[in-house]
């Protein structure tokens, strides 16, 4: 099956400062997901980006699917961007079948 | 986005016990659901996939007679973890098949077996 690989897994900043996490898959992909774990668990959607560009506020991604990895960008980061960013991707013949990567702890300090 | 609503939120069983989990689409129909397991820092994994009407798939090392999946409706599908174990003890999320291209989740059940 598809392997997917985040990193760095865990990422300290403080208040104002920018990131980048990196996905890298193995194979093409029909999907690709950004989402952020909130502490009751629950998969917040950030990005739907198979391939592309897209932003909304403070976070951006761009997806390079012909050489199979995604970038998800946090500027201005704030405390409550704290939590587990997960990139999942989904395979050819299912969109919705997912395969997570072991996620980004970030801790963003005041 | 889609609404898929999940419950209970939250469970404590006793060892032996069995337990059930709906997971329901608020505004679409759909006929694929998906189950996932977290355990505690680690990643999603896909438990199985429920198709409405007929039996669900399960992936490589997940016991069916253990987690048993009902998909009775185009709305409604249920995980029950029977017999449960303190290693069962876990976050249990579902997805839904809305037939577009973003997938989008329930808000998960933590288990927890004493």
């Known amino acids: 099956g598809i392997q997917v690989e985040q990193s760095p897994p865990d990422l300290i900043l403080q208040e104002g400062a920018n990131s980048t996490l990196r996905c890298n898959f193995s194979?093409?992909?029909?999907?690709l997901q950004w989402f952020h774990q909130n502490p009751w668990g629950q998969l917040i959607n950030l990005f739907y980006?198979?391939?592309g560009t897209k932003q909304n506020g403070r976070l951006s991604a761009t997806t390079v699917a012909t050489e199979r990895y995604s970038l998800l960008y946090i500027s201005s980061s704030q405390t409550t961007d704290s939590g587990v960013y997960f990139c999942a991707v989904g395979g050819r013949g299912s969109n919705y079948k997912l395969t997570f990567g072991k996620g980004t702890l970030l801790t963003v300090n005041p | 986005g889609a609404v898929v609503s999940q419950h209970p939120s939250r469970v404590i069983c006793k060892s032996g016990t069995s337990v059930k989990i709906e997971c329901r689409s608020l505004d679409f129909q759909a006929t694929t659901m998906f189950w996932y397991r977290q355990f505690p820092k680690q990643s999603l994994m896909l438990m199985a996939t429920?198709?409405?009407?007929?039996?669900?798939?399960?992936e490589q090392g997940v016991e069916k007679d253990k987690f048993l999946i009902n998909h009775a409706s185009l709305t409604l599908s249920t995980l029950t973890v029977t017999s449960a174990h303190p290693e069962d003890s876990s976050f249990y999320i579902c997805?839904?098949?809305?037939?577009?291209?973003?997938?989008?989740f329930g808000q998960g059940t933590r288990l927890t077996v004493v």
């Open positions: 997805s839904m098949d809305r037939g577009l291209t973003e997938a989008f």
């Open positions: 980006i198979p391939s």
């Open positions: 429920s198709n409405e009407g007929s039996k669900a798939t399960y």
């Open positions: 194979d093409s992909v029909n999907n």
